[in-house]
C-alpha cells in the first residue's frame, strides 16, 4: 500500500472543457483526463490538445493529473503519449494491458529524464488479469492498476450483478499482483451515477477487498468514495488504543497484548501505525484543498 490518498479517482472526457474547468475545485484525490473511451474518434485530437492545455495552465491543487491515452497500437496512441509527457502529467494510464511488453513498449517511446510521468495500467481484459504478476513486475516506473470493470464484463459475457461475484476472480487477482509489487489498486467504475446507495454497497464491497479507492463518472460520486475509503473515527480510536496496549505490553518485555478481548501482535501494532499515517495523509490533502 502507498500512502498517497487515492480514495477518489474521477475519469473526464478529455473534449469537455466545463469538465477540465470544474475538476479544478472538485474533492477529487485524483483525477483521469481520458483521452481513450469516453472521446469519440473525430475529437480526438483536439481532446488531445485541450488536456496538453488544461496541465500547463494548472490550477489543479494537489490532485494528481493522470491522462489515460489511445493504445499505442492506435493511429492517436503515441502522439497523447507524447503529449501527456510534455504537458507534464503525474502519470499516464495505457489502456487494455495484456501484458509486461506493453509496458515495455511506452516506456520506450517516453522521452528520457527524471520527471518522465509514471505510468498506471488498465487491467480489463482476460489475458492482462491472467498475467497480472507480470505486469505488475514489469517496471519500477508503474506505480497504479486501475481495474476497467466494464470492458471485462463485456470480455467475459459476465451480467451485471450488485454483489459482483462474476468479477471477484479478476479483483482479487489483479489486487494479489499490486500488492505483491507495492502497487496501488484502484476499483472499477460504478455506471448509475444517480444511484448513491449502490455506489456506496460498491465502495464498501471494495473497501473491504483492499482497493485505495475508486474510479468515478461524475462528482456526484465523490464524497461517498472520499468517506468509504476513509479510516473512520472508530477505526482510528481502536489504531490509537491497540497502539497504547502494544507500547505497555513491550515495556514489559512482553511480545503479545491484549485489547479489546483480541490479541494484538506486531503485525497489528504496524497495521494501526499505518492506518494513522493514511488518516494523515488524507487530512495533509484536505487542508492542501483538495478535499
Ligand atoms: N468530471 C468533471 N465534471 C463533471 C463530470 C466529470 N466526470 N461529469 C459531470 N461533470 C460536471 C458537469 O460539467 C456539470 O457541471 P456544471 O453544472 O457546473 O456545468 C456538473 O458536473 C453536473 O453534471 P450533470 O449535468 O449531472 O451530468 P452531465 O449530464 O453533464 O454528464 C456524464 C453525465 C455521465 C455524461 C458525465 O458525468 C461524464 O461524461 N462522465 C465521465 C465519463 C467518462 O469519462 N467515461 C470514461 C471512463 S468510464
Ligand atoms: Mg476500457
Not at 65 to 75: G, M, P
Request: glycine share 8%; charged share 25%.
Amino acid at each position: 500500500m502507498q500512502d498517497r490518498p487515492r480514495r477518489s479517482v474521477l475519469y473526464m472526457p478529455g473534449s469537455r472543457p466545463r469538465a477540465l474547468e470544474k475538476a479544478r475545485s472538485l474533492p477529487a484525490d485524483a483525477l483521469i483526463l481520458d483521452l481513450e473511451d469516453a472521446v469519440a474518434p473525430a475529437e480526438k485530437p483536439a481532446a488531445r490538445e485541450m488536456v496538453a492545455a488544461a496541465l500547463r495552465a494548472g490550477g489543479y491543487g494537489p490532485r494528481e493529473l493522470v491522462v489515460r491515452i489511445n493504445a499505442l497500437d492506435t493511429e492517436w496512441g503515441p502522439a497523447d503519449l507524447a503529449a501527456a509527457c510534455a504537458a507534464g502529467a503525474d502519470a499516464v494510464l495505457l489502456p487494455k494491458v495484456n501484458g509486461p511488453d506493453d509496458l515495455a513498449r511506452a516506456e520506450a517511446l517516453m522521452p528520457a529524464g527524471a520527471d518522465r510521468p509514471r505510468l498506471w495500467a488498465m487491467m480489463e481484459t482476460p489475458l492482462g488479469v491472467l498475467n497480472a504478476a507480470a505486469i505488475a513486475a514489469a517496471t519500477p516506473r508503474l506505480e497504479c492498476m486501475v481495474i476497467g470493470t466494464n470492458d471485462l464484463a463485456k470480455d467475459l459475457g459476465a451480467r451485471n450483478r450488485p454483489d459482483r461475484m462474476p468479477l471477484l476472480p479478476a479483483l482479487a487477482t489483479c489486487l494479489l499482483a499490486a500488492r505483491a509489487h507495492g502497487l496501488a489498486c484502484i476499483d472499477g467504475v460504478y455506471n448509475a451515477f444517480r444511484d448513491p446507495e449502490g455506489l456506496r454497497a460498491e465502495c464498501v464491497q471494495g473497501r473491504d477487498m483492499g482497493f485505495d479507492g475508486k474510479t468515478l463518472i461524475h462528482p456526484d460520486q465523490l464524497a461517498i468514495a472520499n468517506e468509504v475509503f476513509a479510516p473512520s473515527a472508530e477505526e482510528l480510536e481502536e489504531a490509537r488504543a491497540q497502539l497504547v496496549a502494544w507500547d505497555a505490553a513491550q515495556a514489559r518485555g512482553e511480545g503479545v497484548a491484549v485489547w479489546g478481548g483480541r490479541i494484538v501482535e506486531r503485525l497489528h501494532a504496524e497495521a494501526a501505525r499505518q492506518l494513522l499515517a493514511r488518516a494523515e495523509a488524507i487530512r495533509a490533502r484536505e487542508a492542501a484543498g483538495a478535499g
